[in-house]
């Protein structure tokens, strides 16, 4: 009797974990989509799907970060777009070393993100409308450095990034995002910096009283950010081939949307890497597996949207009981 409990109890909190039912309902879609369709599980629509997954993973990560401290920032598309126009420009028009071309993209979204944080932190803007203004003006300097045109010329280098691939099926753009997550999990499970986080995330006067210095943290979180925004534009400029004017748009929705199903709470101080993978893995498959089954594209939005409407509801209700 207290065996068969402890198994009911185990499989209780095994389901209430987002990261297994995200995991569950992941796997149950696969494999429905590759018995039911000719060509998902094709070695093409595969590495397509990582790639879609690659960029919006990168960017999803860096929101996870920003979700934790109770913010939120939907300039990473921008910033995004930015680095990636940046990149283009330079390496069209310059003989600067390749290298240099890719620290100065990656500097400028970086500044892209520090000013996101004095803007938060020093004028006590709200988050969301902080990062919308700047988000707005971003884009605006993407055009009128581009003309509003396309920007080709890209180094060869970058072409190949946004080429190859693993074993034949998985892409180095993949390989990134791996990383990228990777490395914030290490952060956020081990170091100082990660734990001040969620700290920050319970509210700053708790924050303050426990010695984190707050300014500093946002700063630095919504500047490390823009790091990651900037890595996932090259990553952009590597899969398109090119710079468009328009570059990045709807991934910050996306990205915001795949950390939000991975269990972020918009109230800041919960969030997990694994969780934000799943979530953005499960919004890309569910684009993919409705194309597969020629779904019309509106009637996938819809389901994108009520999926994001459902994982805040689901949030929200949680808050209110720990309340």
């Known amino acids: 009797m207290g065996k068969a409990r402890l198994q009911n109890n185990f499989a209780k909190s095994m389901f209430q974990q987002t990261e297994f039912t995200l995991g569950a309902i992941i796997i149950v879609l696969f494999v429905l989509t ?8 094709s070695v093409y629509n595969v590495t397509n799907l990582l790639k879609q997954c690659a960029i919006i993973g ?20 921008a910033v995004a777009g930015l680095s990636c126009m940046v990149l283009a420009l330079l390496q069209r028009d310059t003989q600067m070393n390749f290298y240099l071309t890719l620290v100065i993209a990656l500097v400028v979204s970086v500044a892209a993100g520090f000013v996101n ?6 004028f006590k803007v709200p988050p969301m409308i902080a990062t919308l203004g700047t988000s707005t003006i971003i884009r605006g300097i993407i055009k009128i ?17 946004g080429n190859s691939s693993f074993f034949g099926f998985f892409p180095t753009l993949a390989i990134i995002w791996i990383v990228v997550a990777l490395l914030i ?3 956020l499970r081990y170091t100082i910096f990660g734990r001040n986080l969620y700290v920050i995330g319970s509210g700053s006067d708790v924050a303050k009283l426990s010695g984190v210095k707050v300014r500093k943290m946002l700063y630095s979180v919504y500047s490390f950010a823009g790091l990651l925004y900037g890595i996932a534009g090259i990553m952009l400029a590597a899969r398109v081939q090119s710079a468009l004017p328009t570059g990045g748009e709807g991934y910050d929705m996306n990205a915001i949307a795949a950390a939000v199903i991975g269990g972020a709470s918009l109230s800041g101080g919960r969030g997990t890497v694994s969780g934000t993978v799943l979530g953005t893995i499960l919004m890309v498959l569910i684009n993919n597996a409705g194309v597969q089954f020629g779904l019309n594209t509106h009637v996938l939005e819809i389901t994108s949207g009520v999926l994001i409407v459902f994982a805040v509801t689901m949030d929200m209700i949680k808050n209110r009981k720990k309340a």
Do not use: C, K, P
Not at 34 to 41: E, P, R
Not at 58 to 77: C, E, H, P, Y
């Open 34 to 41: 590759s018995i039911f369709t000719n060509n998902f599980f």
């Open 58 to 77: 990168v960017l999803a990560v860096a929101q996870t970060l920003i979700i934790i401290t109770g913010g939120i920032d939907i300039s990473g598309g």
């Open 117 to 122: 944080g004095v803007i938060i932190h020093d």
């Open 145 to 161: 450095i581009s003309n509003a045109l396309t920007v080709s010329g890209l180094d060869q280098r970058i072409l190949d990034m």
């Open 185 to 187: 999990f290490l952060i």
